[in-house]
Structure formats: C-alpha cells, structure tokens
C-alpha cells in the first residue's frame, strides 16, 4: 500500500452513479481479471454475498473472506472480500476496490473511508464506488482520478402515499426503529400473509435468511431500516417509507434527500421500473423532494470525516495527541464523539490501567481492545465496562483471555430459546465474543473459540430467524397461495381424524362430505386455506358424493339429532320442507362438490327417508289406508283420522267422548290395524317401539313446523325420571307422546305401562274387597321407580291417599242404631243425587285386562245397612292372577333390631260431583235458570213452581232407572255377573 504522497501511478477511478448501475458488478469483475484483490464493503451482511458469489465462479481455496467476526482465510487465496474495517492494509493486492465511497461522510465510520480513499491502493488498479455526491471530494482530494459516471437500469418514479394495506407485492417498507418495523411486520401479517425483516441489529446470518425468505417469494413484503440502502441487493419493484425521521447515534433528525433517495434506489433492480412513496402516519414527501430522487441530483459532499491512522502508541498521552491531529485539507473534518475514541479517553483515566502499561505494546492492546465494537447498543459506561474487564484479564493472563472466562460468557448465551427480544440481545452479547475469538493474539486456542463462538451465533441466529417467521410470516398462508398463483399441483391427503394437509400444511378437517377451515386461520388465513380447498379438496369430495350416490339403504342411519349417516359420517339432515310421510332431505357440506352430484345425493338421502318410513312406520300407514278406506265405517274413519291428526295417539282424557262414540264394530276395525284401547291412552302397540316411535320424533322435530327437540324412547325402559335434560319441561306433550311416553309426576312413564299399572290397581282393589289400594311392590317393579316416584305417578293419575292408623285389636263395633227419617232421607238423596263414582274404563274395552268381579259402585256399603257381627261365606275358590304383595318399608328400632312396617296409606279414586251447576255426562245443564224471559232451550215438563208446590213426601223415593241397552252399556257384564250373585 501507498501513502496519499506516493500515489501508485497504477490507475485509480472512481465509478460513480445513482443505484441499480451495476457499480458492484463491474468492480468484482474487474478484480477477477487480475492476479490478486480486494473489495472493501460497507455491510457484513454485503460481504458474504458477494464471497458466494466470487467462490461460484473461483475455486474456494483461492477465495478469502475477511469481517470483523469472520475469518475464511486460504493458505493460498488471492481475492479478499471485506468489511472497509477489516480490509488488509499491510498487504499488497494486483486490484484494490472499495464499495459505497460516499460513506466517508458517516458520523461513526466516514473516517475508515476517508482512511482508504487516501491511503489504499492496488498495484495496478484501483476503483472507488459511490454516489455523484462524492465527486468533487474524489476530485479535490486525488485530482489524477479518473471519474466514470454510470447511468442508472431503470427508472424510479414517485407513487404517492399508500395504506400498508393496499401496498403492491415485492415492495419494501422502511422504519427507522425496531418498534416501528414490528409494528409494521404485525399489521402486515394480519392482512397481508406476512414480511421478513431486516435490521441493522440483526447477525448477518439472520439478515441472509430474511432477506432470502423475501427473494425466494415466499413472501411479498420485506420490513427494514435503512440497512436496507446500503448495498443490499434485493428484486423490489416499491419502496415506502412509513418514516422519513431517524436517530443517528447523536440526535434525531430528517433524512436528507441523499439519503431517502439511495434506499429507493433499491426499488426496480436492472431493466425493473421501481417506485416509491409513503405509507402509514409517514408525511407525503414535498415535489422539491421527489423531483430530486427521481432525477438522482442531490447536494454535492462538501466535507468528509478524518481522523489521523498514522498513530504513536509510545505512550498513552502520545496516542491521544496522535487521535487528535487536525487534517491538512479543507474539506476533512476530524471526527468527533466516534466510540472507541470515548472509550479510549474512559479506560486511560483508570488508575489501575495507567499503572498497568509499561510498554508500546500495552498502549496498542488498550487501542485493540477500545476498538471493539458496541454490538449491544448500550450507554457508553456500560460497554467501557466490559471492556476494562477484558483488558484486565489480558494483562493479568500473559496477554490471553482465560478459557473458563470464555467458556463462561460462551455457555450463559448458548440458548436458543425466547422470543425476537430476548434471541436478539443473546445475539448481540455472543457477537462480541466472536470478535475477540478472531483476535488470534487473544486466544489460547483462537481455533477452538472461533468455531466454538461460530456455532453459537449461528444457532441463535437461526432461532432468531425462525422466531421472525414464527412472528411475523404465515407460512402455510404464503405457500399455499403461491402454489395456486402459479397453478401448481398441490398434494392433498386425509387423515383417519379427518384432518386436511397440503403440501405439508394442515387447512382444515373434512368431516364426511363437509370441509370445515382451520380454527386458527384469520381472515386472510381463511380466504388462502378456502382457495385452496377448492383446488385441492374438492376432488376427494366429488368422490366421495359418488360413493353416496351409488350405494344401497344400508349404508345410511339417522342418529338422534336427525343427521344422515354415512360411515360414521353426518352427510345429511331431516329438512324442514318434507312431513311425516313425504320426508325431505338436504346435504351437510359438499359445497366444493360437483353440483349435480350434490343434487343426486340430496335425492338419494330422499330416498333413504321414505325407505325408512315405509318400514318403520307401517302401523300408522295402515291406519292412513283405513282413514280413507270407502269399506270402513264412518264412525272408523272419523277415529283413524283424528289418531292421524294426532299421529297415532288419543288421549282419552281430553277426548274421551270420541272414544265413548264408537261401537264395537268400529273398534274392530280399529283393532285390526292395531289400535289398542288403553286406561288413559288409545295407541298404536306397534308405534311404541323404540325405532317407529324414534324414526316418528324425528321426522316430527325435525320436518316442517318442528322445534328440534325430539324426545327420544329408550330401548327396555318402562319409565325414567322426569328431571335434567329429560324433564317433560324440555319438550311438548306431543313429543312426548308421540314417542309412546307420558308426563307423570316425577317419571315419564311409557303408554303400555300406564295400562298395565291400572290392571295392577283394579287386581289391589279386588283383594282388598272395596275401591281403596295400598301401593304393591309389583307396582315399583313395573315403573322401576321407588315408592316416593310411585307415588307421584299415582297422584298425577288423580288418585288421592290418606293415612290410617294400624290399631293393636280389633274391636266389634255396636250395631248402628236406626236415624231419624228425614236424616236417612238426606243421606241417600246426597249419595243419589250429589255423587257419582269416577268412570272406570271396563275390562271389556281391554282384551289384557283382568276381570273383577263387582263394580266399585256395588261394593260401597248402604247408608241404612246396619253392621252385623256374623262372619262372611268363605268365598269360592277360583283361578285368578298371583296375589298382590303390599309394599313394606323397613325402619330399624332403637335395640337396633330391623322390622318390616306395612304401609299405612290407602289410595282411591275420589268421586267426581255433578252438581254445582255443572253439566252432566250426557250434557244437560242442571244450573238453575236465572234471568227475565223464559228459559233458552226445549224444555219438557212442568214448571220450577208447579213442582214446588207438590206436596212431598216424607219417605225418600228410589231414583228412577233409565233402561239402557246392554250393548250401550260399559258395565253391563259386570252388572249381569252381580244380580246371579244375588240370585
């Protein structure tokens, strides 16, 4: 190398232009046509790109590459790539360049360019690469330069402000703080797909990584500082600013138009046009502005920074003096403020260092150590801190950092877990150890550290790099719809859980035709996965709809909410537009299907719902035949068609007189088609089923005019309890019904047992000769309930209980002595006149029903039978049903013996009263007419007065009978059965 007063008489140039000239080009191809060279950079990150690209084209072990943390250094190599730093001054190189020359004004580092421009030379070449804006400093300072003006590739054209959101693709977004390009990476993730980042802060490694994660087009958008103007080579058609104000180490401040326009120079690389603008709260920029970017004419370079390298390291206080000579030019101005200079001054006023440098060499490894640079971007105390600790253990371990030192710093940041924070401080701290473990004079073993601290960096580096994917880039969002832009086919598969994967990204699941996205796709998460689908689930569906088409019934069920299932899968649901007997249906999904296969298996499903009623619900098909059948009676035809209105079901409490109406002729045609007459409920037997009656609900809740809430029958169960999610106040009273079930008290008890219980009462009342009962334990068993449930059951019935005390004797009682005849006159005339017992429905109605042998009417005692003490007739043996068993409860006394207690609750049936004003059975009103005018109605007879004024007599008359025929009458067998008796 040569001194600014011997200048090589080899060629020197400085290649100047705006970017996107292809400066960094030319001069790589320059230095490979020499013998040997070096090209200084002004980024790490810069440096290692174009080492890669230089070993592509020589072989390795001729290539050299050279940073402040990095050292790939052949025995043999001839072409160096540098950082300006750390560009070999004591050698000599055939071609020597220098890239980005116009940093010689830079705060921080214009002094290291200043340094080489005036001091670095080649032996036969050397270029100078930067902005117009250093020509006339190149040309004052080295007037015998040569100057070479290269026109930019492409034209750079304002676009104006722009929302982040609405920015084109291939665009590159600029802030000037990590916050802000956080911020920024965020928003576009959410509605963008995701960015990469690049920051001044970052490792080179991670910088690579996030900038070709942006040139591969994995994604559109790349968030950075203004690292990304300095020689970073990027395929950006737009640059925006979201910023136009940064902090340069001293105060904040505007950017100057020099500046704005090298980082949007970086938009439309070679023969590309390129735009920029604004975005987000960045102020539109002013046309004096835009004019000057557009046109690249920019304020010429009036000054660059300067600082003495010639330095004497004799002493402390001659290396100060040295750092702080004046330039001999005018246009170089002596930096100020630059750190290692701070820390210099700091770490020189220690006592303990002054009294530690005996020698020039400890001088110049105070100078060493100053000169490492701040990574950790922290106050300057702090870092003048570790670095009065790493010389201290220089000069107390023979000028070597101890092992277990190293080991220690290395170990504590050798994590790669945390978050971008938390990995980039870790980051920041290992850099500077990697700096040390290239100081070979430092090192015990500076091979071991070098690799030790390399693997480390890189390590966290590709954490770091991942937690920005993780943070800001939605990779299968990206992927997927780069795929589908450029129309490649994508590999789909399923999983046995239904899951949903292509190429290698889960989308969503299919659940038997239906395709559900992800759970945790946003917006624009959704719109990418539901594009993908259609390209690429939507074959698997379109088979899968065939496969429906073309099989039997069998490989369908209806589960209980009204689905259609198709191998354990819902494809289809009970439509609201169909009914009982014209059932519809409607898909589940398959909406990226074939249209006319989804059409085709709708009317497959169809088919599928009538099959399954022509099967199932055949009782009540007959009895839709019956109700228009022109051979049936009318009286027939009525009932069918009232039990269809009802599907299948007459409750006789609220309808009983329809029932009362029929003949016999007509209940037996009823019969025929299954009806069957019950104590509380006319039925279909067959309807009750678990799967007529399920396949009916359904079809009812889930059909035209449903609620949805279907009450469905339990196989085997006789009854359950009414409470939770089966309370009867969860459902009507037709869905209970139409199940074969009925609300009774605290259990919803099934038709056919409420019938069985009332034979069960009518066989208790027979053995206990009158119309009171005691609950049976056959009566539990039959519900499956406990006594208090069967209880309920009964009272909800209309049977009423009441307590009797068990006596310890019996006691004979005193024959009753005659009463007075207008008393014995009162009481029959209450007990005929004033009450009647409560209708019975007879054994004859009920073909399973035990006969009993009197009536509870007959059994009641007479007003005037006096008792008598002699003991009954033995009945007559004869076969019947088994004896009831009382139920008993077991209670245990205070010797704690255990005893069986019979029940003392006697239950009956209470008479219901005619009088009162209200109608009686055969609708006449028997209220007292009250009013003007004569009474509404044909009334027969004599006058309310004429009656009251017929004397009466004293003795009460019998009350008159009204002859009924036999056939009309519902006790006539029994009444038959009674008067042989008598006989």
Same mark, same amino acid.
């Not at 070999?88 to 830079?106: C, T, Y």
């Not at 550290?449 to 990779?475: C, G, K, P, Y």
């Not at 998460?525 to 689908?533: D, I, N, P, S, Y």
């Given at each position: ?13 400085a ?18 046509a ?25 072989p ?13 250094i ?19 190189f ?66 104006g ?22 911020a ?9 797909g ?56 001293r105060r ?14 970086r ?45 004497d ?8 003096d ?37 020698i ?90 070098n ?27 990206s ?20 899951e ?24 624009l ?13 939507g ?29 354990g ?8 537009s ?5 059932p519809?249906?409607?898909l ?48 027939t ?17 609220k ?6 109406d ?21 039925f279909?037997?067959?309807m ?13 809740s ?43 008290g605290?259990?919803?008890?099934r ?31 039959l ?22 005390e068990? *006596? %310890?004797?019996a006691?004979? =009682?005193? /024959?009753? #002595?005659? +009463? ?6 009162? !009481? $029959? ?7 009647t ?39 007559k ?77 004293? *003795? %009460?008359?019998?009350p008159? =009978?009204? /002859?009924? #025929?036999? +056939? ?6 029994? !009444? $038959?059965l ?6």
């Amino acid at each position: 190398m040569a001194s600014s007063e011997n200048l090589n008489p080899a060629r020197i140039a400085a290649i100047l232009g705006p970017t996107n000239t292809g400066k960094t080009h030319y001069a790589v191809e320059r230095m490979l046509a020499r013998g040997s060279g070096v090209i200084g950079l002004p980024l790490r990150l810069l440096a290692r790109e174009v080492y890669d690209k230089i070993c592509a084209i020589k072989p390795a072990n001729q290539c050299a590459l050279i940073t402040g943390e990095e050292k790939i250094i052949p025995p043999n190599a001839r072409y160096f790539v540098c950082t300006v730093e750390a560009m070999p001054m004591d050698r000599r190189f055939s071609f020597l360049a220098v890239d980005e020359i116009q940093l010689m004004g830079n705060f921080e580092r214009g002094h290291i360019f200043t340094d080489r421009l005036l001091n670095a030379r080649g032996t036969e070449e050397t270029l100078f690469l930067g902005a117009e804006t250093a020509r006339p400093i190149i040309r004052e300072l080295l007037p015998r330069a040569q100057h070479d003006t290269r026109e930019r590739f492409s034209t750079l054209t304002y676009a104006g402000a722009t929302r982040i959101t609405r920015l084109p693709k291939r665009s590159v977004i600029v802030a000037f703080s990590a916050a802000e390009v956080y911020a920024i990476a965020e928003l576009i993730r959410r509605q963008r797909g995701g960015a990469a980042v690049v920051m001044g802060g970052l490792s080179p490694r991670t910088r690579n990584a996030q900038a070709e994660l942006y040139q591969s087009g994995e994604v559109d958008f790349l968030i950075a500082t203004d690292a990304v103007g300095m020689g970073l080579n990027l395929d950006t058609d737009h640059v925006a600013f979201a910023s136009i104000r940064k902090y340069d180490g001293r105060r904040r401040r505007m950017l100057t138009p020099m500046e704005l326009g090298q980082i949007a120079g970086r938009a439309g690389r070679f023969r590309n046009e390129g735009t920029f603008g604004t975005t987000g709260d960045c102020p539109e920029l002013d046309p004096e502005t835009i004019e000057r970017i557009e046109n690249h004419d920019f304020d010429p370079m009036t000054h660059v920074e300067w600082r003495n390298s010639a330095l004497d390291f004799r002493s402390i206080k001659a290396l100060d003096d040295s750092l702080h000579i004046g330039g001999k030019h005018r246009r170089l101005r002596r930096v100020k403020g630059v750190t290692d200079e701070l820390a210099f001054e700091r770490l020189s006023a220690i006592p303990e260092i002054q009294q530690s440098i005996k020698i020039p060499a400890d001088v110049r490894r105070l100078w060493d150590v100053c000169q490492i640079p701040d990574f950790r971007n922290v106050t300057i105390d702090a870092h003048v801190r570790l670095l009065q600790d790493i010389y201290r253990l220089l000069q107390n371990n023979k000028h070597r950092l101890p092992d277990d030192y190293m080991n220690k710093q290395v170990s504590r940041l050798d994590d790669p877990s945390g978050g971008v924070d938390i990995l980039s401080s870790r980051l920041a701290q290992i850099r500077t150890w990697t700096y040390c473990a290239n100081k070979v004079s430092w090192m015990w073993d500076a091979k071991h550290w070098n690799a030790r601290t390399r693997e480390v960096e890189d390590r966290l580096s590709d954490a770091l790099h991942e937690s920005l994917i993780a943070r800001f880039v939605d990779r299968r969002t990206s992927a997927l719809l780069k795929n589908i832009g450029l129309g490649n086919p994508m590999e789909t598969s399923v999983k046995d859980n239904g899951e949903v994967w292509v190429d290698g990204h889960k989308i969503g699941y299919l659940d038997g035709v239906d395709f559900r996205l992800d759970d945790s796709a946003t917006d624009l998460e959704a719109k990418a996965l539901q594009a993908t689908a259609a390209a690429a689930v939507g074959p698997e569906i379109d088979r899968r709809l065939t496969s429906l088409c073309g099989g039997t019934h069998a490989i369908f069920t209806l589960d209980d909410t009204g689905r259609i299932m198709w191998g354990g899968k819902a494809v289809g649901r009970i439509a609201s537009s169909g009914s009982v007997f014209n059932p519809d249906a409607e898909l589940i999904g398959g909406a990226l299907g074939n249209q006319n296969l989804q059409n085709l298996a709708v009317n497959r499903m169809r088919d599928f719902l009538k099959a399954e009623v022509t099967a199932k619900l055949e009782p009540l098909l007959k009895l839709k035949a019956l109700s228009e059948s022109p051979e049936a009676l009318p009286a027939t035809r009525g009932f069918a068609f009232s039990m269809l209105e009802n599907f299948g079901y007459i409750d006789r409490a609220k309808q009983g007189q329809i029932v009362r109406d029929l003949d016999q002729d007509a209940r037996k045609q009823l019969r025929e088609v299954g009806v069957y007459f019950g104590q509380y409920t006319v039925f279909m037997r067959d309807m009750i089923k678990p799967k007529p009656a399920t396949l009916l609900s359904l079809l009812l809740s889930y059909g035209a005019g449903g609620d949805k809430k279907p009450f469905i029958p339990f196989a085997g169960v006789t009854s359950i309890q009414n409470e939770g999610e089966l309370s009867s106040t969860h459902y009507t009273d037709q869905a209970l019904a139409v199940a074969g079930y009925r609300a009774c008290g605290t259990r919803i008890v099934r038709f056919d047992i409420l019938d069985r219980l009332a034979n069960l009462i009518r066989q208790a009342m027979s053995e206990a000769g009158g119309r009171k009962f005691v609950i049976m334990q056959e009566m539990l068993a039959l519900l499956g309930s406990s006594y208090d449930d069967t209880r309920g059951v009964l009272q909800s019935l209309g049977y009423k209980s009441e307590e009797v005390e068990v *006596k %310890p004797e019996a006691k004979v =009682e005193e /024959p009753a #002595k005659a +009463e007075e005849p207008e008393k014995v006159e009162d !009481a $029959a005339t209450e007990a005929a006149t004033t009450e009647t017992p409560a209708p019975i429905i007879p054994a004859s109605e009920n073909p399973a029903a035990p006969t009993v042998a009197e009536t509870p009417a007959a059994e009641a005692p007479k007003a005037d039978a006096p008792a008598v003490d002699a003991p009954k007739p033995a009945p007559k043996p004869k076969s019947g049903p088994k004896p009831l068993s009382p139920y008993t409860r077991r209670e245990t006394l205070e010797d704690g013996t255990q005893v069986d207690l019979p029940t003392q609750e006697l239950w009956t049936m209470p008479f219901k009263k005619r009088g009162g004003g209200r109608p009686d059975n055969r609708g006449n009103d028997n209220r007292a007419f009250k009013g003007k005018g004569k009474p509404k109605g044909n009334f027969k007879g004599k006058p309310r007065g004429d009656r009251n004024n017929t004397p009466r007599d004293n *003795k %009460p008359k019998a009350p008159k =009978e009204r /002859p009924r #025929k036999i +056939e009309d009458s519902p006790f006539a067998a029994l !009444a $038959a059965l009674k008067n042989l008796k008598k006989d």
